[in-house]
Structure formats: C-alpha cells, structure tokens
C-alpha cells in the first residue's frame, strides 16, 4: 500500500509560480511511475504530467506544455510539479498519483491517490 502526501498548494497571482511535492512512503517507489492530475468542480479528473519509474520519460498535457516541470528524487521518495505562467485556468485541485508499471492518461489506470491540494490562481 502506497500512501502520497501533496503539499505546496496556494493562492498565485497570474503568471506566478508554485511548486508542488508529493511524499510517498509505503511501497517501492522506483517501482512505480508517478503523475500529476487535477480537478475542478463539476468536471473530470484531468491528466496533467506524469513521469517514468526512472525518470528518464515525461509526459505533459498540452494545456501546460512549456510551462510545468515533472520530476523526481527516488532517493527521497519525491516527485515535484514546478509550474510557471500560471493562468485563472489552472485553478483546481492538484492530486498526485503513482501507478505500478509505464505512465497513462487515463486516469482510471493508476493505482493509488494522494489527498490534493488546491491551487488558485487569480487574475
């Protein structure tokens, strides 16, 4: 059982920055790939980034492209959201996923879930 612990969330003017981290304790993490999700009221979970096992593979939504950051620190049980330009759009819930074998979009795949933290970005 893997258990993940998001942090860094806040309120950011536009075109300000946060970084998200996410802690992992209870598994082999360099077993698993690792992603980044969110969520906003009404809507789907919707596929943000996500990281291979050994870090050396990244994905990204095309709605953040060129302006978030996946990484990782296997030695520390990590993994880090930078995300920069930040836009009223980008307000949700941020929720951190790990998923036992390659990444997916599809958020149904993966295995387990963190608890979210939210992000705001006023204009």
């Known amino acids: 059982q893997v258990q993940l612990v998001e942090s860094g969330g806040g309120l950011v003017q536009a075109g300000g920055s946060l970084r998200l981290s996410c802690a992992a304790s209870?598994?082999?993490?360099?077993?698993?790939?690792m992603g980044w999700f969110r969520r906003v009221p009404g809507k789907e979970r919707e596929y943000v980034a996500a990281?291979?096992?050994?870090?050396?593979?990244?994905s990204y939504a095309d709605s953040v492209k060129g302006r978030f950051t996946i990484s990782r620190d296997n030695a520390k049980n990590t993994v880090d959201l930078q995300s920069n330009s930040l836009k009223p759009e980008d307000t949700a819930v941020y929720y951190c996923?790990?998923?036992?074998?390659?990444?997916?979009?599809?958020?149904?795949?993966?295995?387990?879930w963190g608890q979210g933290t939210q992000v705001t970005v006023s204009s």
């Open positions: 996923a790990a998923r036992w074998g390659a990444y997916t979009e599809d958020s149904t795949a993966w295995n387990y």
């Open positions: 209870g598994g082999f993490f360099s077993g698993y790939s």
């Open positions: 990281i291979s096992r050994s870090g050396g593979s990244e």
